[in-house]
């Protein structure tokens, strides 16, 4: 895997990944950004969304669910101190689908916390706390 992070001027950043999409990311004023990009930090619980919301959707696909919809929320909390890593990771995903069992939902919210996302289970061996917990919506 590789990625290019270019600087612009001030605390605004280009990255592009070696798949070939970009993303911008700044810093706020106060830190000489413009709050043109997403902060650095935040692609880190960005990606840790996507990596769980990947594995969460693709089981239950695979078990043949009706998933209609999954969203991840994701709060963060991080050291008071430099550098300020990130403490604790909450993940709460709504996942909504036709007659879709809690169950289900349970087995792979775990099994991406455990077994599958990359991200999250990096993160928690570095430390942080990372939880989840999930809620069913009929669809």
Partial sequence: MQATVKWIDGRLFVGESG???AVVMDGPP???GRNMGVRPMEMILLGVG???SFDVVDILQKGRHDVIGC???LTAERVDAVPAVFSKIHLHFKVTGRNL???AVERAV???AEKYCSASIMLGKAGVDISHDFEVIEG
Avoid: I, M
């Fill in 50 to 52: 996507g990596c769980s």
């Fill in 19 to 21: 798949s070939g999409h």
């Fill in 110 to 112: 775990k099994l991406s």
């Fill in 101 to 103: 069992p809690a169950a």
């Fill in 71 to 73: 969203v991840a929320e």
């Fill in 30 to 32: 106060d830190h000489g």
